[in-house]
């Protein structure tokens, strides 16, 4: 569009009205103004033009799209739904097995629909994420008129404003679908916890399969336990998987500030864990693996930070071995914008980054480290 409105101008035919008429006698200032006004409109118009095919190709076309991602939010979500009848099946009672198998069982279950639902959660803060930036490229709402100077193609900008309403109006409705139904989720899981313990009830008064009061305190103090136990393993098994990304990439501004946070969420950890007795099997498994967890966390940061390498020598080795990717993820028909800033970085030497103090080398490190993950979303 850009280089359509330039040669429109070049060729005279993007002229304001009355430039023609100037042209035999007015003051070339006038004219010159003139002309200036309606290339910096035409720019604008362009630049407009630019920031709407992006914003589109972050919705339907480009690669990890919304559109895609809100599609397989759903299509995760309705398993997840279905996770919830292999339970309560479960909880029927209608499989022959030893109650020790039907606890592990549930026990398993209950975990999976945990994570499913974390990780829907996660998902849909990633949609919300992408949206935000598609409608940060499109901007508010254009309510200016068509600049006098380009009064000849006023169809050509309305309907550029029109297409830019639209686009905004479904990224924005789209992207809300996983977010407005996360409440309902919540609900789901909570209500059917509690009807569990109500299908087991009626299960054993139907098939006598286990004894009636000690299986339904079991199950009870299983489904109290697994409330407290599957949210803290899941935290501690993410900070983890995050320690050691960090150290296997030299991160290690992000080692020390997963350190200090990591030590915070085991010290919590354990104390929630601390008051659990029963099932005693499960909450002995839990509170062994959480240990493991933590214990894990330390070696993987103390394995980096041991070592004494140089700051200023771990980050630029981390740029490095990330800056090879930069071919392939930049050098698209439309690169992220992040990538602009990650060449800007990627231009530091060695010598640039041991001159710099670690307030400074944390910023680069941790600059790198978003723009990188904005130019693999986008």
């Not at 849909?124 to 200016?144: H, I, Q, R, S, W």
């Not at 009830?201 to 599957?230: C, F, H, I, M, N």
């Not at 103090?357 to 990188?372: A, C, H, I, N």
């Amino acid at each position: 569009m850009r280089r359509w409105m330039m040669c429109l101008l070049l060729t005279g035919s993007l002229a304001a009205p009355g430039i023609a008429a100037a042209a035999n006698g007015d003051d070339f200032a006038v004219r010159e103004e003139q002309a200036l006004r309606a290339y910096s409109s035409a720019i604008n118009q362009s630049q407009r033009h630019g920031r709407y095919r992006q914003a589109r190709a972050l919705f339907l076309t480009q690669s990890g799209n919304i559109s895609s991602r809100v599609e397989a939010w759903e299509k995760a979500s309705q398993q997840w739904v279905l996770g919830w009848y292999k339970v309560m099946a479960l909880a029927d009672l209608q499989k022959n097995i030893s109650y020790a198998q039907f606890e592990a069982e549930l026990q398993q279950l209950l975990r999976d629909q945990h994570d499913g639902l974390l990780r829907l959660s996660n998902d849909a803060k990633v949609v919300k994420a992408a949206a935000d930036g598609a409608l940060e490229l499109l901007g508010p709402a254009n309510t200016a008129a068509v600049p006098p100077e380009l009064s000849q193609y006023a169809s050509v900008v309305q309907a550029l404003t029109q297409r830019e309403n639209e686009l905004r109006t479904a990224i924005t409705q789209t992207s809300q679908i996983p977010t407005s139904r996360m409440a309902r989720h919540e609900t789901v899981a909570q209500t059917s916890r509690q009807v569990i313990l109500a299908r087991v009830r009626v299960a054993l008064l139907k098939t006598g399969r286990y004894p009636l009061e000690q299986t339904l305190s079991s199950v009870q103090a299983l489904l109290a336990a697994e409330q407290v136990v599957d949210p803290v393993i899941a935290a501690l098994t993410q900070a983890e998987n995050d320690m050691n990304r960090f150290a296997l990439n030299l991160q290690v501004f992000h080692v020390e500030e997963s350190l200090t946070q990591s030590r915070t969420l085991c010290a919590s950890s354990q104390a929630k864990l601390a008051p659990l007795t029963t099932p005693a099997a499960y909450v002995a498994q839990a509170k062994a693996r959480a240990t493991q967890l933590c214990s894990a966390i330390e070696a993987h940061a103390s394995g980096l930070l041991s070592y004494g390498i140089p700051k200023a020598d771990l980050v630029y080795e981390y740029i490095t071995v990330e800056k090879a990717s930069l071919t392939s993820l930049c050098k698209t028909s439309q690169a992220p914008v992040a990538c602009e800033k990650l060449a800007v970085l990627a231009s530091l030497t060695l010598p640039d980054l041991k001159a710099m103090t670690d307030k400074k080398l944390r910023f680069v490190e941790f600059g790198w480290s978003e723009q990188f993950k904005a130019a693999k979303s986008n």
